[in-house]
């Protein structure tokens, strides 16, 4: 709750007047509890958990050849029924696990300071805030997944991740309640160590989990922004994590791929790339009679 009582007392304790962001911030958590702020975040997960997935569903069900050539394993089709049920087992987690979280671990974000007060941060604070919470995230959630690939971490509890050998964007959530928990670590350490704003904090496990439905989209489109962004993994880099199953000693990386590549962890998932990709030119010399060598041509084989 703002200790202002209108935008005047606000903009004299600014010793400015309000921006427009400030004004609607205002507007609207002026007389809001620190606590309900927090709590948006369970409505925002729940939006994201079941409304971001569905042009996903909606590209699995039409099942239109111009688009299956994006799809990375497309031997592999879930009906409509068992997509829902996958949604049906994330909404139960999230009910019994993942919103009571949200309820019970609000002391821990006053403690670290997370702010709603004015002033709002600034797009390059936020922007850097959110960089460094990525790459936190990152780098501990490799080590933790790394563990849950153990023999005992699999049996025990990763291997209910891995029932979707070809993941589906409804299945980005779908886990074991130790991992949800164990998992939430790396994703508060960020904001732990380089404390925001709310909307900062809103903003960064709303992206977590948009990227994290991303990867587990069962699809490689070429026109994604994210291909331009440096060192990000994407849905083909996880997708062969998923292929490998429980032997997987590859890929680990959530978001970025550099661990895998400094540790070795990525040798599999390279040596695979290499191999399609002689196979591809191959198949392309021994069809067109000519050698193989440039990108529409990439596009024309896929």
């Known amino acids: 709750m703002l200790p202002y009582a209108t935008v005047e007392e606000a903009a004299v304790a600014l010793g400015r007047n309000l921006t427009a962001?400030?004004?609607?911030?205002?507007?609207?958590?002026?007389?809001?509890?620190?606590?309900?702020?927090?709590?948006?975040?369970?409505?925002?997960?729940?939006l994201i958990f079941s409304l971001v997935?569905?042009?996903?569903?909606l590209l699995e069900l039409a099942r239109s050849s111009g688009l299956l050539r994006y799809k990375i394993q497309p031997k592999v089709r879930l009906s409509l029924s068992e997509t829902l049920s996958c949604y049906r087992d994330v909404m139960r987690m999230f009910?019994?696990?993942?919103?009571?979280?949200?309820?019970?671990?609000?002391?821990?974000?006053?403690?670290?300071?997370?702010?709603?007060?004015?002033?709002?941060?600034?797009?390059?604070?936020?922007?850097?805030?959110?960089?460094?919470?990525?790459?936190?995230?990152?780098?501990?959630?490799?080590?933790?997944?790394?563990?849950?690939?153990?023999?005992?971490?699999?049996?025990?509890?990763?291997?209910?991740h891995h029932e979707y050998t070809a993941p589906i964007g409804f299945a980005a959530p779908y886990a074991h309640w130790a991992e949800i928990l164990?998992?939430?670590?790396?994703?508060?350490?960020?904001?732990?160590?380089?404390?925001?704003?709310?909307?900062?904090?809103?903003?960064?496990?709303?992206?977590?989990?948009?990227?994290?439905?991303?990867?587990?989209?069962?699809?490689?489109?070429?026109?994604?922004?994210?291909?331009?962004?440096?060192?990000?993994?994407?849905?083909?880099?996880?997708?062969?994590?998923?292929?490998?199953?429980g032997q997987s000693q590859s890929n680990f990386a959530s978001v970025f791929t550099y661990c895998d590549f400094i540790y070795g962890t990525d040798k599999g998932f390279r040596y695979q790339k290499k191999i399609?990709?002689?196979?591809?030119?191959?198949?392309?010399e021994k069809q067109n009679g000519g050698p193989y060598h440039n990108s529409t041509q990439d596009l024309k084989s896929d």
């Open 21 to 46: 962001a400030e004004s609607l911030w205002f507007s609207y958590s002026a007389r809001k509890s620190d606590y309900f702020l927090y709590c948006h975040n369970i409505l925002f997960l729940f």
């Open 53 to 57: 997935p569905i042009p996903l569903v």
């Open 95 to 160: 009910f019994l696990i993942v919103g009571p979280l949200q309820l019970v671990s609000f002391p821990s974000v006053k403690m670290i300071g997370i702010r709603t007060g004015l002033p709002l941060p600034s797009g390059w604070e936020i922007l850097s805030q959110l960089l460094v919470y990525f790459v936190v995230e990152d780098y501990t959630n490799y080590w933790i997944h790394r563990f849950l690939h153990n023999k005992w971490g699999y049996e025990k509890i990763h291997r209910v």
């Open 182 to 245: 164990i998992l939430g670590i790396p994703s508060f350490l960020g904001p732990a160590m380089v404390p925001g704003h709310m909307i900062t904090f809103w903003l960064w496990i709303a992206l977590r989990q948009i990227e994290a439905i991303d990867t587990h989209s069962g699809y490689d489109f070429p026109w994604s922004p994210t291909k331009y962004i440096p060192f990000y993994g994407g849905a083909e880099y996880h997708d062969y994590h998923h292929y490998v199953g």
């Open 276 to 284: 399609l990709k002689k196979l591809k030119e191959e198949s392309y």
